[in-house]
């Protein structure tokens, strides 16, 4: 709320954090979701005496709100909502794209300039619930503003205070959102985690199967437990690189956002560049990949992982939301590619680039004083960093070759995947490199799982990015140019 009137910023922040009063977030409407110059919601100032309110300049909203979450509830005393809306022109013309956005604090009940809550509704009506695959532990809501349902002193219209200045409602809306992507990450991370928990608490007890051996089965021999087969240690062992590679992804990006705003100047703004280029990707990989890690989950637990009788086929369900909200993987993508990786000319990404490389010399200097085995290891993870930075690298100058944004940006997503690969890859080699400084011989059984992740890792999930890169590089356009009448 840093965008608030100083009185805005005490009362609605006094409140939220003492638990009396909740928030929401209301950007998206049922025509305007990944698109938010499309908002309708409009705000017009509330009489004469408007601009004169002590909790800012007063409107009057009317619109109706899509997908808000813990939107009506009585766990809170009030409920404030933070709603993007338009101001119109003189002509009643509301301003076109996302540059005519302006962000409203919208209480359910009416407050005192003193922060109390009046008791007095605001005219915010409850419309609907959304009935949702996961997440069933919040409301999800159509909330109607301004529709009359609870008139204000005998009149239609919810009464909303603007946020700093109008027209930068986004702007002030991201100042939050971008921090919040990062908790999204973190909540998909979180939810994969305790996937694999229950996996590997499952595959360590249940009994199915027998060993093969070089003469085939013994029918005869007592069953094994099913994490003394291959395939099921395969999939523990990607569950673990996935999640934890996250953990580490989210962890340092949280350092990242302390950085901004205590670290000497250059780093404090290094900090803010390479968040300008990872936000999309602490977003949007475990989001994908945590949720993967989940359905691994099921698929150890076989047939009872598909039951409401154990935890996991819920995670599952509750980690698909995290690659639609907060911005789709698709806008994700579209940002990275479109707008993160360009911007500065290409400033961050240089600076991401950079501290790649370094782990990579890191890694072929600590090389030098291991054993021939790890050191082997660490040489060819290195090897196979740098050259996914130089792909990346690459990529991204050739999809842009053309000037052309739509061409450009056709295959966003498999650009997003290969990068967050690659900016994963990277994490692992720093995760191994910390286990190596304080471990070399490697004798604790979790640096042994640290160092298998990443060996994983590097095995089974960078060289997939040659195939995400391919068809960035050559502008592949066999999905854009698809007629629709083809499919
Ligand atoms: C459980 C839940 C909770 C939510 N909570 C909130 C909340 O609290 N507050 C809030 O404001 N919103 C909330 N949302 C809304 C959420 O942010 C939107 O669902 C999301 O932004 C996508 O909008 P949409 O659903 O309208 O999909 P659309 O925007 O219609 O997208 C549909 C598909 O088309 C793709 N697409 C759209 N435009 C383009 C494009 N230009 N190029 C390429 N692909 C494109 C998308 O990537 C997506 O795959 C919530 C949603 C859910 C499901």
Redesign the pocket.
């Known amino acids: 709320m840093a965008h608030g009137t100083p009185l805005q910023q005490a009362v609605f922040a006094a409140n939220e954090f003492s638990g009396r009063w909740s928030g929401?977030?209301?950007?998206?409407e049922p025509q305007a979701?990944?698109?938010l110059s499309d908002v309708a919601t409009r705000a017009v100032p509330d009489g004469a005496d408007h601009a004169d309110d002590p909790l800012g300049p007063r409107y009057r909203l009317r619109g109706n709100?899509?997908?808000?979450?813990a939107g009506d509830h009585e766990l809170t005393e009030n409920i404030v909502h933070l709603v993007l809306a338009k101001i119109p022109d003189a002509n009643g013309k509301l301003p076109a794209g996302v540059k005519g956005i302006s962000l409203f604090i919208v209480p359910k009940f009416l407050v005192t300039p003193q922060g109390e809550t009046t008791g007095t509704r605001n005219d915010v009506a409850l419309a609907g619930l959304?009935h949702?695959l996961g997440?069933r532990g919040t409301t999800?809501t159509l909330l109607n503003f301004g529709e009359g349902q609870y008139p204000v002193n005998g009149q239609a219209g919810a009464v909303g205070y603007l946020v700093g200045q109008p027209g930068r409602g986004l702007q002030c809306m991201f100042h939050m959102m971008n921090e919040a992507r990062i908790g999204i990450g973190m909540a998909a991370t979180m939810l994969g985690m305790a996937g694999y928990e229950a996996a590997l608490d499952y595959a360590k007890n249940r009994p199915q199967g027998r060993p093969l051996g070089a003469s085939g089965k013994d029918a005869a021999a007592p069953q094994v437990r099913i994490i003394e087969h291959a395939d099921v240690k395969r999939m523990l062992l990607a569950q673990k690189a996935y999640c934890e590679g996250a953990l580490a992804l989210e962890l340092y990006c949280a350092r990242l956002v302390d950085e901004q705003h205590t670290a000497a100047p250059d780093a404090a703004d290094e900090a803010r560049l390479l968040l300008e280029v990872l936000t999309p990707i602490a977003k949007s990989w475990p989001s994908e990949w945590c949720l993967e890690a989940n359905s691994l989950a099921i698929q150890v637990h076989g047939g009872y992982g598909y039951t409401r009788d154990f935890p996991v086929e819920q995670y599952w369900r509750d980690n698909r939301?995290n690659m639609?909200?907060?911005?789709?993987?698709?806008?994700q993508a579209?940002d990275l590619l479109g707008r993160k990786v360009l911007m500065e000319e290409g400033r961050g990404l240089k600076l991401l680039a950079a501290r790649m490389l370094a782990t990579a010399q890191a890694a072929d200097a600590l090389a030098a004083g291991l054993g021939a085995d790890q050191a082997t290891a660490l040489r060819q993870q290195a090897a196979a960093l740098r050259d996914a930075v130089n792909q990346v690298g690459e990529a991204t100058q050739a999809t842009w070759a053309s000037g052309n944004p739509a061409q450009a940006l056709a295959n966003a997503v498999p650009y997003l995947q290969a990068f967050g690969h690659t900016v994963l890859a990277w994490v692992w080699l720093d995760v191994a490199l910390v286990v190596l400084h304080q471990d070399a011989t490697v004798s604790i059984a979790s640096n042994q799982g640290k160092l298998r992740a990443t060996a994983y890792f590097y095995h089974y999930e960078l060289p997939k990015i040659g195939a995400w890169l391919q068809v960035v590089k050559t502008a592949d356009l066999t999905c854009a140019q698809m007629g629709e009448d083809a499919f």
């Open positions: 929401t977030m209301c950007l998206s979701g990944s698109s709100k899509m997908w808000i979450s959304n949702k997440w999800n939301l639609i909200h907060e911005g789709t993987h698709g806008v579209m």
